[in-house]
C-alpha cells in the first residue's frame, strides 16, 4: 500500500520560504516508472500543479511559479521536499504531494492527506 504523509509548518510570514517534506512508504522514490509531484489548492479554486521529480532526480515546474520553486529528494529517508521562496498571502492553500507509479496498465495516482499553508504577518 502506497502511502504519502506531507509535513512542515502550517504558518509562513511573507517573504519568507515555504518548506514541506513529503514521506512515502510503500514504493520507492528512485525506482522506473515514477512521478512525484506537489500541488495546491488556494481556497475557493482549483488544483494547482506546481512542480514533480522523477526516479532520477530531475525536476518540471509549472513556468508560473519556477522562479521560486524547488523540489528535491531525500532518498536515504524516501522524502521529497518543496521550497517556495518569497511567499505571499496568495499562497495561501492546502499543498499536497502526490505519487503517480506505472503499474504496467496504467498510472495509479497516491496523495497525502494535504496540509493547510497560510501566509501571514
Known amino acids: 500500500q502506497v502511502q504519502l504523509q506531507e509535513s512542515g509548518p502550517g504558518l509562513v510570514k511573507p517573504s519568507q520560504t515555504l518548506s514541506l517534506t513529503c514521506t512515502v512508504s510503500?514504493?520507492?522514490?528512485?525506482?522506473?516508472?515514477?512521478?512525484w509531484s506537489w500541488v495546491r489548492q488556494p481556497p475557493g479554486k482549483g488544483l494547482e500543479w506546481m512542480g514533480a521529480?522523477?526516479?532520477?532526480?530531475?525536476?518540471d515546474y509549472i513556468p508560473s511559479l519556477k522562479s521560486r520553486t524547488s523540489i528535491a529528494r531525500d532518498t536515504s529517508k524516501n522524502q521529497f521536499s518543496l521550497q517556495l521562496s518569497s511567499v505571499t498571502p496568495e499562497d495561501t492553500a492546502v499543498y499536497y504531494c502526490?505519487?503517480?507509479?506505472?503499474?504496467?496498465?496504467?498510472?495509479?495516482?497516491?496523495w497525502g492527506q494535504g496540509t493547510q499553508v497560510t501566509v501571514s504577518s
Open positions: 502526490n505519487g503517480k507509479l506505472w503499474n504496467g496498465i496504467g498510472w495509479s495516482d497516491y
Open positions: 510503500g514504493a520507492s522514490i528512485t525506482d522506473n516508472y515514477r512521478s
Open positions: 521529480t522523477g526516479y532520477d532526480g530531475k525536476t
